[in-house]
């Protein structure tokens, strides 16, 4: 009988801890069902994020010069003006050239408004970063440096501090002159 209620006593405790345990894997089955359900809501909020960004970031890179257009379109009412002008017999090609100019330093005022600024050129020492040298030329004139920018054939211009076109210019060489006396070589 000993033996006997041993063993009930052992199959209770079995079976109370078998309970337990299902009790306990049944909350861990709940609480990974709620940990499911968190991980999936926020991937999906993640990934309506990430959709929306793209869609903003699509929508800003599409109205990006919006500026920039607005700020121009008086200078294209300008140069429709010129051309309307010089197509008229009534005006004389003076008049139109005028109309021409101030169009165009409206045009250079609008994207100087913008960070562009035209690149210094001649007299100033050739810089690769800011010049393309097109052609070199022998000076015999003292005054000009080896290196000097003498002529521009176009100009070149930045936008804030980026090189949007390197100037093409005409760099002095010293003449065979004063390279035969060794000077300023």
Do not use: W
């Amino acid at each position: 009988m000993f033996d006997d209620k041993q063993h009930d006593e052992s199959a209770e405790s079995a079976s109370a801890l078998q309970e337990e345990l299902e009790t306990r894997i049944a909350e861990l089955e709940q609480e990974l069902a709620e940990a499911e359900d968190r991980y999936l809501r926020a991937a999906a909020e993640l990934r309506n994020y990430r959709q929306r960004v793209v869609g903003q970031h699509a929508q800003q890179m599409q109205y990006a010069h919006e500026a920039v257009v607005t700020a121009l379109v008086p200078v294209l009412d300008h140069l429709e003006l010129a051309l309307e002008s010089a197509r008229s017999e009534e005006q004389s090609p003076q008049e139109v050239v005028s109309g021409v100019e101030m169009t165009f330093r409206q045009l250079l005022s609008v994207l100087e408004q913008f960070g562009l600024t035209r690149l210094a050129t001649v007299g100033e020492q050739f810089d690769p970063r800011l010049h393309e040298a097109i052609e070199r030329r022998p000076v015999k004139d003292e005054q000009i440096g080896a290196g000097q920018i003498i002529e521009e054939f176009r100009p070149g211009y930045k936008l804030h501090d980026r090189v949007v076109r390197p100037a093409e210019v005409c760099v002095c060489v010293k003449s065979e002159a004063s390279e035969d006396t060794g000077e300023n070589q």
